[in-house]
């Protein structure tokens, strides 16, 4: 019989793959849809899945309540941005390079959340944890075969697009009181109100003759990565802690470097596997910083 730690630990593991699977899916989704339509689509049907669960539990969405404002910031910051860079930079990036990119997120919230939080100061463990996870991403810049002049910027705004992941959830802090359902909902129906007109505008999704793969790619990333993958955070989250969770981290590079092969017979070169080692590496040495932290406590 499977013991509930190891169902923990199943349901940790398949969250990690689907968030991982995003990173293809993006890839396979460009080829007929340009950055701003996929993140709109991925923000809305998102959105359509986490209001029907709340609508189920009969909880209430206050998007547009007195506290709208953050609610619209943060789904600018936290969704809009990132979805369109990520997109954005994966349409001349193999998308292996993507999932080790938006894997620094957590190398990224050690330093900001040391100016703009109270409790998560850096320490010499931390330090060291950051410099290795971004001396791999310096290899990975510098690997020639596959990070070029042609789409060195495209790289570079992925990585800003992990940037204002983390920038985003320092601002959920401001109204974390709040039901995650909630939360959730009406940051995502805020980012679709105002990446709609945007993709319409610019892009007129409604001239494209798309693929078929693409758009079955496209209606995967909103309803798993951004639909049903936060419901399995959810649940990992509430269950087992901050800590538990953070191990997907470690799981999300590693799975993204293997699916980009399996599915677009990506190449992997050396530089690439350093790159992964490295940025692995680097969590390590920040989750046991936190983990020492909260033993202390």
């Known amino acids: 019989m499977t013991s509930p730690k190891s169902i923990d630990y199943i349901l940790l593991s398949i969250l990690s793959l689907i968030w991982a699977s995003a990173f293809f899916n993006i890839k396979i989704a460009t080829y007929s849809y340009g950055p701003l339509t996929i993140a709109f689509l991925r923000i809305f ?17 206050e998007a547009f309540s007195k506290d709208w404002y953050w609610f619209a910031i943060i789904g600018f910051i936290n969704l809009v941005i990132p979805f369109f860079l990520i997109a954005y930079g994966v349409q001349k990036i193999q998308s292996n390079l993507a999932a080790i990119l938006m894997s620094t997120t957590p190398l990224s919230s050690v330093i900001l959340a040391h100016f703009f939080t109270k409790t998560e100061k850096i320490n010499l463990t931390k330090i060291i944890g950051v410099i290795v996870g971004f001396l791999g991403i ?16 495209y790289a ?75 419901l399995i955070r959810f649940h990992i989250l509430k269950k087992n802690g901050l800590v538990f969770h953070s191990q997907v981290a470690y799981l999300i590079p590693i799975f993204g470097v293997i699916l980009g092969y399996i599915f677009l017979k990506e190449v992997i070169t050396f530089k690439v596997l350093i ?11 920040v989750r046991r910083s936190i983990k020492q932290n909260l033993t202390s406590s």
Do not use: H
């Open 138 to 153: 310096i290899i990975l810049f510098s690997d020639n075969i596959l990070i070029n002049n042609d789409n060195f910027f």
């Open 45 to 61: 049907l998102g959105a359509v899945l986490i209001v029907i669960l709340c609508f189920f539990k009969n909880i209430k969405i």
């Open 275 to 285: 790159a992964l080692f490295a940025v692995v590496l680097g969590f390590y040495f």
């Open 156 to 230: 570079l705004m992925i990585l800003v697009g992990s940037t204002f992941y983390v920038i985003g959830g320092i601002l959920t802090l401001k109204i974390s009181k709040k039901k995650n359902e909630n939360l959730t909902s009406s940051i995502l129906i805020w980012g679709s109100l105002i990446i709609f007109p945007i993709a319409m505008y610019y892009e007129q999704p409604w001239n494209l003759d798309p693929r078929l793969d693409s758009t079955l790619s496209l209606i995967y990333l909103g309803v798993f990565p951004t639909g049903i993958a936060w």
